[in-house]
């Protein structure tokens, strides 16, 4: 009998060690974020399956060097701990991405500089043109650095060793439209989270478009019929004067509300006329008057001012739509995380930008301009240390920052019905970075419609001949710092 009882004993020391055994070696496999315990399982496991792409960077020992960092948001890359387990999950995915990163080559994230855009652009330009080695990574608002090209301060990417654009962690636009002749000065990847969170989207209110019998708005939308004629069709006649003054305010209820900000320049691009395309050459050239355009001006000038449905030059729009004031808006997914839309009593959707008509191929959105973009200043002195780190860092985020917002924070936690994260799904992969816009630095055509439309033109052919020359000297000057680099 003793020695039953003393092997029953040994047997089930020897079931908890493999338990516990098992569960830690689950946990090392395990490439989610551990900082939200309570996350809910995801359909299809985006985590594990982004685990499984290998960045092909060779274990290396940096001896605890600093990646020096300057930035315009610090929260763009660097996370204090003391910011950590608060229920944001997103900082908290990035501390763990930069203590991940770290702890494999053996270096620290350091930002050495962090100010508004434009403290930034010109530190950074004194620094380098002095010659000073005082930073290694850019991490900055797009326009204010793609104003600073026409200094020569930044480096070819394709000569940093260990960067691989033809990783998913990198925009496909940064090898397609922001690459010239075989150089690109300015790069997008998941290390710029803004990128995807910047990305536009429209909403509506689902309980009022129910209310209106504005039919199965998903399904429009998934079979590719969502078209600016179909949505103006639905909003242009949707107001109520709740107010009683008469005229259209703040007060009433609308169809849409549209500012004259950013979001009214993205239906350029929702619409598939980017400001500038390659030539037969290959050479990225203003093509923004094209055989549509002056349809597109004439279109929206007639939407913005002549339909009793939109809300023109609205200040705050998302205010609006969480009081219930209007059906639709449009909106860069990172707002969709913000308390106002987490506390929002009503169901609402997620649908991408309509087309221009039935002949576009695709649905297409823009990057709101607040979103960054990676440069790697000519003075740093070891490229292979600052593509490692880099590539790095793209490639966790990749595998657990963007899939907490995507897939946790998005999906799971926020959007509330299937189709809106199937729509997401096309909202992300339909994103671009044009390169007239990268490089506009508010000195060319990407904010042709917010110009026109807040001082009530209608005449694109106007605007385009007065604005053109000034235009064409600023892109060429793009252009020429793209040829002086080797």
């Known amino acids: 009998m003793k020695k039953i009882i003393s092997l029953l004993l040994l047997l089930s020391l020897m079931l908890t060690m493999l338990a516990a055994c098992g569960k830690e070696e689950e946990t090392k496999k395990s490439n989610k ?32 060097r600093e990646l020096r960092v300057v930035l315009h948001n610090e929260s763009e890359v660097f996370i204090q701990e003391d910011d950590r387990n608060k229920g944001d999950l997103i900082k908290d995915a990035k501390y763990e991405r930069n203590s991940r990163v770290e702890q494999r080559f053996n270096f620290t994230i350091n930002p050495v500089y962090v100010a508004g855009i434009n403290e930034v652009s010109s ?17 900055n608002h797009v326009l204010t650095t793609g104003g600073m090209v026409t200094k020569n301060l930044f480096v070819n990417w394709y000569d940093v060793p260990n960067v691989d654009f033809s990783k998913p962690w990198w925009a496909a636009s ?34 009022l478009a ?126 969709l995380t913000s308390e106002g839309f987490r506390n929002f009593e009503d169901e609402y959707g997620v649908l991408p930008l309509p087309k221009w008509d039935e002949n576009q191929a695709e649905y297409k959105t ?36 963007i899939p907490t917002l995507y897939e946790i924070a998005l999906k799971t936690r926020y959007l509330r019905d299937s189709e809106s994260k199937e729509v997401l799904d096309i909202v992300i992969n339909s994103r671009l970075f044009d390169f007239g816009y990268v490089y506009d630095n508010w ?9 026109m439309m807040t001082s009530g033109q209608s005449n694109f052919e106007s605007y385009y001949s007065k604005t053109y020359p000034s235009a064409r000297i600023h892109y060429k000057k793009i252009i020429k710092a793209f040829d002086k680099l080797s």
């Open 33 to 64: 974020p551990t900082s939200d315990s309570n996350a809910p399982a995801v359909e299809g496991d985006i985590f594990a399956e982004r685990a499984k792409i290998d960045d092909e960077l060779e274990e290396n020992d940096f001896g605890g």
């Open 123 to 139: 530190w950074v330009q004194k620094n380098v043109l002095s010659g000073a080695d005082e930073f290694d990574l850019l991490v």
């Open 174 to 207: 940064t090898s397609n439209e922001l690459t010239y002749d075989g150089k690109c000065i300015l790069a997008v990847s998941d290390f710029n989270y803004s990128s995807v969170a910047c990305t536009y989207c429209m909403v509506f209110n689902k309980n």
């Open 210 to 335: 129910a209310s209106y019998d504005l039919g199965n708005l998903y399904d429009t939308a998934l079979s590719g019929d969502w078209t600016f004629e179909t949505f103006t069709n639905i909003v242009k006649d949707i107001w109520i004067d709740s107010d009683g003054t008469g005229d259209k305010s703040e007060g009433d209820f609308f169809g849409m509300v549209q500012p004259t900000h950013s979001r009214m320049n993205q239906w350029l691009w929702a619409f598939d006329n980017p400001i500038m395309t390659k030539n037969e050459e290959g050479v990225p050239t203003i093509s923004i008057k094209t055989d549509k355009i002056n349809n597109i001006v004439s279109a929206i000038y007639d939407y913005c001012y002549n339909m009793n449905g939109v809300m023109f030059q609205v200040p705050n729009e998302t205010e609006m739509f969480l009081e219930k004031k209007c059906i639709f808006m449009i909106v860069p997914l990172g707002d």
């Open 366 to 401: 823009q990057t709101y301009g607040e979103h960054t973009v990676s440069a790697i200043p000519k003075t740093v002195k070891d490229l292979e240390f600052v593509g490692t780190c880099v590539e790095a860092l793209s490639a966790e985020s990749y595998k657990t920052v």
């Open 443 to 451: 000195q060319g055509f990407g904010y042709t419609l917010q110009n």
